[in-house]
C-alpha cells in the first residue's frame, strides 16, 4: 500500500474514531446531565409536595391537584409503604395499588430524607425516573417517563453523528490533499533511489522547494551527477573484463587475501565442480596438497610452480597460479581430459590393432617364407596356402570392421529405417550360417512374437546387427547345443535377440563386453577369428537407432544379447 494511502486511512480512521467516541460519550454525559437536571426539578417539586401535604389534607386529592399543576405524576407514601394518594390512580386502583416499601427511591428517602431510581414501572409498564423526599405524613414521589429524556439524547447523538460524518468527509479532502503532498515527493525520491540501485544514473528528481524533501532530492540530484561518470567508465570496464572472462574456455579465477573467490566464470565453475555463487570460499576448491601449498606462496607474494596437474573423478585439470597486487591471486584452469582421453584412445587402438595384426602377419610371413624356401609336397603348399588365406581374410575382416566402427562414430552413418519382416530376415540371417552349424551340430532356431513381427529398421544395419550376434554365439556355443533368433513385444517398440546356450559370460565381464577389442577369453576369441570390434558396431548401429543394447549371461548357462528397437510411431513421434 502507498504511503499517500496509509496517510489518508490513519487521517479517516482517526476522525472516525474520534467521530464515534463523541458520539458515545456526549451520549452517555448528556445523559447524565439530563437525569442529574430531571432529578434536581422533580426533588425540588417533591419537597413543595410533602410540604404541602399536612394532617387533615385529603392525600389523594392533593396528589391529583398538584399532579395538575406540576405536570408529572405524584405519589404519596405512608410510613408503611401503602400508596394513600397518587394522581395516576383512584378509588378502588389505589386501593389494590402494590405496596412501596420496597422501592429503592422509598428506601432511600427514609434512610436519608431523599431518594431517586430510574427503573421500569411495575403501574405503567414504561421506564420512569422518580424522586421521593421524607415528609411529616410519608414520602412525597414525583415521577416522569424517561421516553422524551432518551428521544432528546438521541437527537442530539444524531446531530452529532450528521456533524462527524460532515467533518469525517471534509476531513477525508484535507488528508488527501496533504497525503499527496507528503506521499507524491517521497515515491519519486524512492523512484529515483530504486533507480540509481539499479544503476540508471539518468534517473533524476525534479523536486524543488524549502524543506526536508527538497534538501534530499538535490542531494541525491548532485549524488547520481558524481557517480555518473565513475559507475559509467567502472562498468564498461567491468564490462570488458567479464565479457572477457566468460569467453574463455580456460577457467579463471581470483582469490583475495581473505581466500575468498571475488570472481570466477563459468568455465572454472564447471571445470571445479563447485556451484556456489562468488563470492564464496577457496576451501570449496578440490583438496590437493601441491594447490593449497602454491595458492598459499601467492598470496603471500612468493613465487609459484609453473603449473600443477590435478586427477579429479572425470578429468585431469592443468592449474596455474599467479600473485597480484594486494595479497590476491589469479587461478587459470585448463582441461586436460579430452587431451589424455585421446592418447589413452590412441595407445589402445595402437596397441590393439597391432596385437590383431601381428598373428595373421606372423603366419602369412612364416608359411611364405617355407613356400619360398623349402620343397614341399602338393597337400603341404595347399595347407600353408590355405592357412596364408585365412590369416588374410582375418586382417580383412580387422580392417573393414574397423572402417565400418569409424565411420559410425564419426557420424559418417545415418539409418534409413524402413518396416521389415522379423521372420524374413532371421531366415536370410540363418541360412547364411546353416552350413557353419550343421557342421558344429548346433541347432538353430527362430521364436517369432506374433506381437513383434514387424521390424523398424535400416535393413542393412539389421542384418549386420544378427550377423555379428548369430556369429558371437555360433563361436562360443558347444555342439549339440542351440543358438535361438527371437522377438519381444515391449511399449513403443520390440526386442529382437539371439540366445544361445554356450560357455557363458562371467558378471565381471558383462558390462564390458561392448567395448572395442574387449575380449572375455582373449586366446580362445583369436582362435576362432573373431576381431574384437562386433559388439561395439552393434552398439553403435543399435543407438544410431534411436534403441539400446543389453546383455545377459551366467558362466555355462548361456548367453542372450538383446537390442530394442522403436516403432514406426514411436521414431516419427519423436
Known sequence: ????????????????????????????????????????????????????????????????????????????????????????????????????????????????????????????????????VRGQRGIARVSSPTLQLDIFVRRVQRDILVSGLVTLAAAAVLSWLFSRSISAPVEELRDVARALAAGDLTHRPVLTGPGEVGDLADAIHRMAEQLGGRLHALAAEDALLAGTIESLDEGI??????????????????????????????????????????????????????????????????????????????????????????????????????????????????????????????????????????????????????LDLSRIESGGWKPNPVELEALSVFEEVLTSYHAEATAKKIVLAVDVDPQAAKIFADPTALRQVLFNLVENALRHTPPEGTVTLYTAAEEGGIWIGVRDTGIGIAPEHLSRIFERFYRVDSGRARESGGTGLGLAIVRHLVEGHGGQVVAESAPSRGTTVMAFFRHRSAVSGS
Do not use: C
Open 1 to 132: 500500500m502507498r504511503i499517500g494511502q496509509r496517510l489518508l486511512l490513519g487521517s479517516l480512521l482517526v476522525i472516525a474514531v474520534l467521530v464515534i467516541l463523541l458520539v458515545v460519550v456526549t451520549g452517555i454525559r448528556l445523559q447524565s446531565q439530563l437525569t442529574r437536571l430531571s432529578v434536581e426539578h422533580q426533588t425540588r417539586d417533591a419537597r413543595l409536595l410533602a410540604a404541602l401535604w399536612i394532617a387533615g389534607t385529603n392525600s389523594d386529592s392533593l396528589a391529583d391537584v398538584t399532579s395538575g399543576s406540576l405536570g408529572t405524576r405524584v405519589s404519596l407514601i405512608d410510613s408503611s409503604g401503602r400508596v394513600v394518594g397518587d394522581s395516576r390512580f383512584d378509588g378502588e386502583d389505589l386501593a389494590r395499588h402494590d405496596n412501596h416499601a420496597d422501592r429503592p427511591e422509598v428506601i432511600d428517602a427514609w434512610r436519608s430524607g431523599f431518594g431517586w431510581s430510574r427503573r421500569l414501572s411495575a403501574s405503567g409498564g414504561t421506564e420512569e425516573l422518580y424522586a421521593a
Open 253 to 402: 579465477l581470483v582469490i583475495d587475501s581473505n581466500r575468498r573467490v571475488i570472481r570466477a566464470n563459468d568455465s572454472a565453475r564447471r571445470l571445479l565442480g563447485v556451484r556456489s555463487e562468488v563470492p564464496f570460499s577457496a576451501d570449496l576448491l578440490p583438496r590437493d596438497r601441491a594447490l593449497s601449498e602454491t595458492l598459499a606462496d601467492a598470496l603471500a607474494g612468493r613465487d609459484t610452480l609453473p603449473s600443477i596437474e590435478l586427477d579429479l573423478t572425470d578429468r585431469t585439470l592443468e592449474v596455474r597460479v599467479r600473485a597480484l597486487t594486494e595479497g590476491r591471486a589469479v587461478l587459470a584452469v585448463l582441461d586436460l581430459s579430452a587431451q589424455r582421453r585421446l592418447e589413452m584412445v590412441r595407445r589402445d587402438f595402437v596397441a590393439n590393432v597391432s596385437h590383431e595384426l601381428k598373428t595373421p602377419l606372423t603366419v602369412i610371413g612364416g608359411f611364405a617364407e617355407t613356400l619360398a624356401t623349402d620343397q614341399l609336397s602338393s597337400a603341404q603348399q595347399a595347407h600353408f596356402a590355405r592357412a596364408i588365406l585365412a590369416s588374410a581374410r582375418r586382417m580383412q575382416r580387422l580392417v573393414e570392421d574397423l
